[in-house]
């Protein structure tokens, strides 16, 4: 059965980290558990609301990368290139501005692959605790 | 013969029981169990807007707030998924329908007579009755309603 789903920071299989300053890493992955597949189409979307650690919105000019991993981690498929913050802006509403995922086709990632959120922040870093994402996808039970 | 209507389920729909527990885990806020003289049709594109207060009646905020919508059998065994586990952000807006959150389903889902539609929350302050009070939702979805002759 195929049902919506979101991926969000809340989630139990996503790791979040803070990122260091001036570096695209990860900072939040997600890694898809076992009895359960992701259905990502062009016509999802993401949201990212991005802040830094003295407490403000991260900066317009910061690159943000979603890419999918596969269950090694060294296979990677860009779902939205690096584009810069002042494209997401912590929009999660206006249908107008919300981005969707940059893949011509559907992409099934499979049980144990990873959807990375990476953020390269000139400085300071993103933290994890104030920042928030979400994709609105489907997925396979 | 069966036409289809415009139906409005809101947080104060009778047949709605709202959770009057505090919790900060997963919480039922609002159970809408269908009447037997009903049936719902969700469909892609309906719209749905919560506005949630915690315990401490502030309105919910990010990062730690979620909302999810399911529908679930008589016996709650059978659950589906038609919206979240999302960010609250994403469902607080009631009047531009051009920010309201919307299901995305792939195909149509009928609510049968005693079926539920179950409006779920979380976030890290806790709901309890007062603050489940002061909270509301609103799903604007399709009615079947049986019509004799043809005529409404």
Not at chain 1, 30 to 35: H, L
Request: glycine share 4%.
């Amino acid at each position: 059965m195929i049902e919506p789903w979101v991926i969000t920071q809340e989630d139990s299989n996503v790791t979040q980290a803070d990122t260091t300053a001036n570096e695209l890493q990860d900072l939040f992955k997600y890694r898809v558990p076992k009895g359960m597949k992701v259905h990502l189409r062009p016509t999802d979307i993401i949201c990212f609301y991005g802040r830094e650690t003295d407490n403000t919105a991260l900066q317009a000019n910061a690159l943000v990368k979603l890419e999918m991993r596969d269950a090694t981690g060294e296979e990677k498929t860009p779902l939205v290139n690096s584009i810069q913050y002042a494209n997401y802006n912590g929009e999660f509403q206006d249908k107008d501005k919300l981005i969707k995922l940059d893949i011509g086709r559907e992409i099934i990632v499979g049980e144990q692959e990873y959807i990375s959120l990476m953020v390269k922040n000139p400085s300071p870093y993103a933290d994890k605790d104030y920042s928030y994402f979400e994709i609105r996808t489907h997925r396979g039970i | 013969m069966p036409q289809e209507s415009k139906f409005r389920l809101l947080d104060t729909d009778p047949n709605i029981a709202e959770d009057s527990a505090f919790g900060t885990t997963w919480r039922d806020t609002w159970k809408f169990q269908c009447p037997s003289h009903m049936r719902l049709i969700l469909k892609k594109g309906d719209y749905f807007s919560l506005h949630a207060e915690d315990s401490a009646d502030a309105e919910y905020a990010a990062p730690d707030s979620l909302v999810q919508i399911e529908v679930r059998d008589p016996s709650e065994q059978k659950k589906i998924n038609v919206y979240g586990p999302a960010n609250y952000n994403s469902s607080k807006e009631f009047q531009d329908f051009n920010s309201m959150a919307q299901l995305d389903l792939d195909v149509p889902i009928i609510i049968k007579p005693r079926d539920f539609i179950v409006f779920m929350t979380k976030d890290s302050v806790g709901m309890d009755a007062a603050s489940v009070a002061n909270s509301y939702c609103r799903l604007i979805t399709t009615k079947i309603v049986e019509v004799e002759g043809g005529k409404l």
